[in-house]
């Protein structure tokens, strides 16, 4: 009995440290990230939020969201996508990320899914189109 308390100890532990590794990491790449409890770490990116002003906006456009769990896999702990389930009152969907010690690993990705894509302008293509 003691062996299982002391296991469940240690993922405890693990996924802490792993959730502020991936936390501060999320922060250097210019996100906004929390870890909500339990390992599940919430990130936005502030380039996606709507604009405040307006109330129907907020509604409507959440801006640039996602979670990411951590729970072992193949005998280790890994981050996990938290995705929504197909309907509204669906269970969230979950897909294995990466192992929890590829931090940056982790934190690219999220990254590139929470990334706000900048047009050029005109002037600025290399195809002489305008």
Do not use: Y
Not at 86 to 108: D, I, K, M, Q, Y
Not at 116 to 126: G, I, L, N, Q, R
Request: with cysteine; net charge neutral; glycine share 10%.
């Amino acid at each position: 009995m003691g062996d299982v308390v002391k296991a469940r100890a240690a993922a405890g532990e693990g996924w802490r440290s792993a959730a502020a590794a991936l936390v501060a990491d999320l922060e250097r790449r210019g996100l906004v990230a929390e870890v909500i409890g339990n390992g599940l770490v919430r990130v936005r990116n502030p380039a996606g939020e709507p604009d405040g002003g307006d109330p129907r906006v907020r509604a409507l456009s959440p801006g640039l969201r996602q979670e990411v769990l951590c729970r072992p896999h193949r005998g280790a702990l890994w981050w996990w996508w938290v995705w929504s389930g197909p309907t509204r009152h669906a269970l969230s969907e979950l897909e294995p990320l990466c192992p929890v010690a590829n931090t940056a690993f982790a934190g690219e990705r999220i990254a590139r899914v929470l990334a706000v894509p900048f047009a050029s302008s005109p002037e600025e293509t290399s195809d002489g189109c305008q």
